[in-house]
């Protein structure tokens, strides 16, 4: 209890769990030695091969992106590509409309409204980090992102910073101001 009037019940760890998931791209059975599985998912992870999802909106058993270069190519999430030719590759075997925005650089790039393909392949031509937001279509959350997946970076050293988009380089100079002023 908060006060004798007032209570706050917290929900459980199980339940928790059941609301958010991360994903873990890996590429090799964990087997059975706990100390090895362990290790192979927080190299991955260190990678950036994951995605998230709002899995009490449902599961998603089955999703994949990723780049495709001409050559043919595999570049996984979290991962980055020297060349700009190619395609994104997005895999979503669910029997529900899903509504898709790709993400380049922080701004939408392309949307693919009420979504029923299982697989689409997407050109990209242009260097840059791109990333998807996936929505459950005629959902009661339909503004809340189901998926979010890393991105793959094209044509671009993942390791340089990317421009910030203009909403945050003003709380940016808002934090300085902040900072300064409170000295």
């Known amino acids: 209890p908060v006060t004798k009037t007032f209570e706050f019940n917290f929900p459980s760890y199980k339940s928790m769990f059941k609301i958010f998931s991360t994903y873990v791209k890996i590429n090799k059975n964990l087997g059975k030695e706990p100390l090895s599985a362990s290790r192979i998912i927080i190299s991955a992870i260190k990678k950036g091969r994951f995605f998230n999802v709002i899995e009490a909106m449902a599961s998603a058993n089955g999703f994949d992106t990723f780049f495709e270069t ?3 190519q595999i ?4 991962g980055s590509s020297n060349t700009t030719k190619g395609n994104m590759v997005v895999k979503v075997p669910f029997d529900f409309e899903t509504d898709i925005q790709v993400i380049k650089n922080g701004q ?8 029923l393909k299982k697989i689409i392949t997407l050109p990209i031509r242009e260097p840059g980090a791109y ?3 996936i929505y459950i279509s005629d959902n009661t959350f339909n503004t809340l992102p189901w998926i979010l997946s890393n991105p793959v970076f094209i044509g671009i050293d993942h390791s340089t910073p990317l421009p910030i988009e203009p909403e945050l380089k003003k709380m940016e100079e808002l934090n300085k ?7």
Request: charged residues 30%; aromatic residues 4%.
């Open 177 to 183: 101001i902040t900072l300064l002023e409170g000295r």
């Open 131 to 133: 990333r998807l937001e």
């Open 108 to 115: 939408v790039y392309k949307e693919l409204p009420n979504n």
């Open 70 to 72: 001409e050559q043919g």
């Open 75 to 78: 570049v996984e999430i979290g």
